[in-house]
């Protein structure tokens, strides 16, 4: 049972804009490589197309968001630890907490958090179809404990 | 007074994922394509380097958030609908609801907010410093009227 | 019969990188929005899933190119000029020049190329098969006056 | 005295497109990637802003080209391989191989270059200047032997 997951990802020079930091909307492509690497680290895909590696399933996103504490900038190595907030029957929400250290201490830079959607292929219901989580992949996954997840957001 | 903008723009190839829908970042692309378009609206920019139109400020994000409720696809054209939702002493949030046209009817397919900073470069505050929103910039933007802002979100 | 398209297309502020010009990669997404908007100017889609508008057939890359002579920055207007270079049987190669106006006069910024190859699904073949181009779709389009087309590149 | 680095990538699902594959731009984002990694691999950055990494120096294109084989799908790893081609006073060229492993064996999948000047800040002509490469790096950094470097492109 996992219930987080870490990985460090330098900022490329793509993801910087002409302020000289990282494009706010490259924490959330950060966020969705964090998540794809914990499915992996578990043995799973959330490419639906990949059926013994994803059970048929895919992960859409409902809801997204991200508050910016400080700025990445090109180079820097940022850790993104991925906390498993909430599960549901069909639905997951992870938190992201996004550190570089500054002076050898991990600062927080962000935090932010995605909730999905367990969904199968379905041409009648306009592509897809909310499912239950398949019960090899909820075997695995659990809630963080309550001390590691911060209250409010 | 301005408290609205609303433009369209049509989903591009690369916006599109392998899930055959736009990657949901994008949707904050969008949202940040309207922010920039209402400040140009208003004889603005968001450039700092041009001081004569951003009057030597800039706008970095605090947050950013969205929940999605439709897929967008290839060449889907799709409404921004910017709505100016508060309006503080350094900092805005602007509300952006996303509609799409399905057998002539409008309907909405996302909702997202973000909240900006108003900032001056500021070297030894490590690049840059909040500050209060010029009055020219101020005079010309207000809170909407509450009918047209959702309660909630 | 067209041999040419031409748009306008405004630099984003994500299309810039921490140099604080477009990022080189993003003329590439500008030729192909070109491209795709002169197949929908003839009636056209690019999106194979959509048989009606596409004939079934789409258009990978089979190479790209480009020569940058001066930088785009944000707000920037640029025209993208696209020209048909040469038609094959199954091939296609587009020419972009991409120009701004600068003291009112037109200066080319850079010009890139496409070649593409009409493909249709297939699976044996590993996902696509190169097919002759549609009659259809060759019927509306032909080579560019050899006036209109630079020599060498 | 290096003339060549290798690096590894897993396409992400937001460098795919509806297409099932990796949008034909972030190959050149891949080539950027190694090159960059080839430059910190040497003790440098080419972050001009960061003087004692990059010794003023910053490395805008000039060329950039591609040539596509084979698609890359969501979670390939790819070995991309970079090959300093050319070294002129103010210009270099690197070529970058593209590789996958199909049943154990690398399968090149795409081969493309870039062709970088080196230049510093210069308000008066624009923005920057060309300038010969530093001593420094110059010695850093060779051409391949020509029994590496593919004969035409």
């Known amino acids: 049972m996992a219930y987080e997951f870490k990985m460090t990802r330098c900022v490329e020079f793509p993801d910087t804009d002409m302020a000289g ?3 706010f909307t490259n924490f959330f492509r950060f966020m ?9 680290s578990l043995g ?3 490419n639906w197309e990949k059926a013994d590696k994803s059970l048929g399933v895919g992960w859409p996103r409902v809801k997204a968001e991200c508050e910016y504490k400080r700025p990445l900038r090109f180079e820097d190595e940022v850790e993104i630890h991925l906390l498993v907030r909430e599960v549901g029957a069909k639905t997951m929400t992870y938190l992201f907490i996004f550190r570089k250290h500054e002076d050898g201490k991990p ?3 962000a935090r932010g958090s995605l909730t999905v959607v367990c969904v199968t292929k379905d041409k009648a219901a306009g592509g897809m ?3 239950v989580i398949p019960a090899a992949i909820r075997a695995k996954i659990q809630v963080a404990p309550a001390e590691l997840l911060p ?3």
Chains 1, 2, 3, 4 share one sequence.
């Not at 490589?33 to 992996?40: D, P, Q």
């Open 21 to 23: 930091i990282m494009h």
């Open 32 to 40: 969705e490589a964090a998540e794809h690497a914990f499915h992996r």
């Open 44 to 46: 799973f895909s959330v």
């Open 107 to 109: 600062v927080e830079v």
């Open 129 to 131: 179809k909310a499912v």
């Open 151 to 153: 209250k409010g957001n």
